[in-house]
């Protein structure tokens, strides 16, 4: 039985099939390796650099407030004795400083006796009219403040400081927070403490709508799959001051839903959160409300606010795989054309063998006549086709003879 012969062509493209096979997986892994390491950092890097750009819009809106405030500090230390005039004073710091959305000053106990046991002049923005600015003596509200934590620790500590959130008292839902400062006297002598609000919710706002475009531009999969970066910002207890789910707001406490992943230390992170530490642009992995994500995070000058961006670690993951796989296929497509190109070159290339067998065969079979087919390159199949010919043209002249 004639054993059946194997295809030149096909053993040569499979052996060279088989190398570039072992070659490109080794080059793969090396790309696709670094290629998603690369991407990691890459939008590490946005969202760190979007973290950052939304700090600093935070701490210009400090910046109005601190600006609006200190403006009129000098007029009104020096106003002290005219009671009446304060209510002025209060509708333009509110007027000047465009995220101040109310300002009052309170006195300490008996400070003015025509006034009564406490007086606060205070002025506020009206939510419906932004442009229109109402004042009254808050005192008359019947709020002791002179009893409350923000009010003495400000105569405690005589310095400007943030205050804990806490809610608009008109409305009971407006979560704000107040620039408190001490009112001296001439004779140095704390008399009142000067408190200019911004409303917290318009914190969040501007937050949600930072993470909406990021989400929308960066991560085009960010809603179908719910890998949407989060920003928010706590204080330095760990409780929410803004959060997209209002909810949480001044309720939960970040730092309690804070769990490790993948060896990452929660302690320590704290720690450099509470000290000032910056992240270094190549965060850790950390379990948030159970879901495993990367954190982002820089103090905001000047207050004891940390502003915090979340970005679930699906988001990130899933852009370096996206990554890894599209210049995987860069580099697998153009082999398998080359691995079909040269298929296809070398069975034109041998085909002048096939037809040399064919020939030989012949000439086994006494068809001395055949004619040889034609090589158009010089090269060895020419060389065996030409000593082919050779030896065909000796057959026939010993036949001839014979």
């Given at each position: 039985?004639?054993?059946?012969?194997?295809?030149?062509?096909?053993?040569?493209?499979?052996?060279?099939?088989?190398?570039?096979?072992?070659?490109?997986?080794?080059?793969?892994?090396?790309?696709?390796?670094?290629?998603?390491?690369?991407?990691?950092?890459?939008?590490?890097?946005?969202?760190?650099?979007?973290?950052?750009?939304?700090?600093?819009?935070?701490?210009?809106?400090?910046?109005?407030?601190?600006?609006?405030?200190?403006?009129?500090?000098?007029?009104?230390?020096?106003?002290?004795?005219?009671?009446?005039?304060?209510?002025?004073?209060?509708?333009?710091?509110?007027?000047?400083?465009?995220?101040?959305?109310?300002?009052?000053?309170?006195?300490?106990?008996?400070?003015?006796?025509?006034?009564?046991q406490?007086?606060?002049?205070?002025?506020?923005?009206?939510?419906?009219?932004?442009?229109?600015v109402?004042?009254?003596?808050k005192?008359?509200?019947?709020?002791?403040?002179?009893?409350?934590?923000?009010?003495?620790?400000?105569?405690?500590?005589?310095?400007?400081?943030?205050?804990?959130?806490?809610?608009d008292?008109?409305?009971?839902?407006?979560?704000?927070?107040?620039?408190?400062?001490?009112?001296?006297?001439?004779?140095?002598?704390?008399?009142?403490?000067?408190?200019?609000?911004?409303?917290?919710?318009?914190?969040?706002?501007?937050?949600?709508?930072?993470?909406?475009?990021?989400?929308?531009?960066?991560?085009?999969?960010?809603?179908?799959?719910?890998?949407?970066?989060?920003s928010?910002?706590?204080?330095?207890?760990?409780?929410?001051?803004?959060?997209?789910d209002?909810?949480?707001?001044?309720?939960?406490?970040?730092?309690?839903?804070?769990?490790?992943?993948?060896?990452?230390?929660?302690?320590g992170?704290?720690?450099?959160?509470?000290?000032?530490?910056?992240?270094?642009?190549?965060?850790?992995?950390?379990?948030?409300?159970?879901?495993?994500?990367?954190?982002?995070?820089k103090?905001?000058?000047?207050?004891?606010?940390?502003?915090?961006?979340?970005?679930?670690?699906?988001a990130?993951?899933?852009?370096c795989?996206?990554?890894?796989?599209?210049?995987?296929?860069?580099?697998?497509?153009?082999?398998?054309?080359?691995?079909?190109?040269?298929?296809?070159?070398?069975?034109?290339?041998v085909?002048?063998?096939?037809?040399?067998?064919?020939?030989?065969?012949?000439i086994?079979?006494?068809?001395?006549?055949t004619?040889?087919?034609?090589?158009?390159?010089?090269?060895?199949?020419?060389?065996?086709?030409?000593?082919?010919?050779?030896?065909?043209?000796?057959?026939?002249?010993?036949?001839?003879?014979?």
């Amino acid at each position: 039985m004639e054993k059946k012969r194997k295809s030149l062509v096909r053993r040569l493209t499979g052996t060279f099939l088989i190398l570039t096979t072992i070659i490109v997986i080794f080059i793969s892994y090396v790309l696709f390796y670094l290629e998603t390491r690369a991407t990691r950092q890459f939008y590490s890097e946005i969202y760190h650099n979007k973290m950052l750009v939304t700090n600093e819009y935070t701490r210009r809106v400090i910046s109005d407030v601190y600006v609006a405030v200190t403006n009129n500090l000098y007029y009104l230390e020096h106003s002290l004795d005219k009671p009446d005039s304060l209510r002025v004073t209060m509708e333009r710091i509110v007027e000047s400083g465009t995220r101040v959305r109310s300002c009052g000053v309170s006195f300490i106990e008996n400070y003015y006796p025509q006034k009564g046991q406490q007086y606060c002049p205070y002025a506020w923005r009206d939510a419906a009219y932004p442009d229109s600015v109402h004042s009254q003596d808050k005192s008359d509200t019947g709020r002791d403040y002179l009893h409350a934590d923000w009010f003495l620790s400000v105569l405690k500590s005589d310095s400007a400081q943030w205050s804990a959130p806490f809610y608009d008292h008109y409305d009971d839902r407006t979560t704000l927070s107040a620039y408190m400062v001490p009112i001296h006297d001439q004779a140095g002598r704390i008399v009142a403490v000067l408190g200019a609000d911004v409303s917290l919710d318009w914190f969040t706002e501007k937050l949600n709508k930072a993470d909406s475009v990021i989400n929308k531009h960066k991560m085009f999969m960010a809603s179908k799959f719910e890998m949407k970066s989060n920003s928010f910002i706590i204080n330095r207890d760990g409780k929410y001051m803004t959060h997209s789910d209002r909810s949480r707001i001044m309720k939960d406490n970040f730092f309690l839903q804070l769990g490790t992943c993948d060896g990452s230390n929660t302690e320590g992170l704290i720690n450099k959160i509470l000290n000032g530490i910056e992240d270094n642009k190549k965060p850790e992995r950390f379990l948030v409300n159970g879901k495993e994500c990367f954190l982002f995070y820089k103090p905001v000058k000047y207050t004891q606010w940390i502003l915090v961006t979340v970005v679930p670690c699906k988001a990130i993951d899933t852009l370096c795989y996206l990554n890894g796989i599209t210049v995987l296929l860069l580099v697998l497509l153009p082999l398998l054309l080359l691995v079909i190109v040269i298929y296809f070159y070398m069975r034109n290339a041998v085909k002048p063998l096939k037809e040399l067998v064919k020939v030989a065969d012949d000439i086994v079979d006494g068809k001395l006549d055949t004619h040889m087919p034609d090589i158009k390159h010089n090269d060895e199949i020419c060389q065996l086709r030409d000593a082919m010919e050779e030896i065909q043209g000796i057959l026939s002249h010993y036949t001839d003879h014979k």
